[in-house]
């Protein structure tokens, strides 16, 4: 599997950024390689068309320069069992 191409950029870490700059990012490159809190880097996306098939699109919240929990954007993950509402 290769990395969307919106996704090839220099790694971005959160707590530089705004919580405003840091979702415009993401929603203007519709995917993108981030380092929350100054952990490995991420793949962060704008919405659930970003992810694969059988992906689902997960809300991830991330510390910036002015939020602690900003809501940046989704990432894809498989589903797990219980995900799937029975």
Known sequence: MSTPAG?????IATQRLTCA???GL???RGSVLISPGGG???????????CTLSEIAELRFVPTRDNPECPIGY??????????DW
């Open 21 to 23: 700059d840091a979702m």
């Open 75 to 84: 990432r894809c993950r498989e589903p797990e069992f219980g995900d799937w």
């Open 40 to 50: 490995p880097a991420e793949r962060f996306v704008r919405d659930r068309s970003q």
């Open 7 to 11: 996704a090839q950029s220099p790694l």
């Open 26 to 28: 993401v929603k203007a």
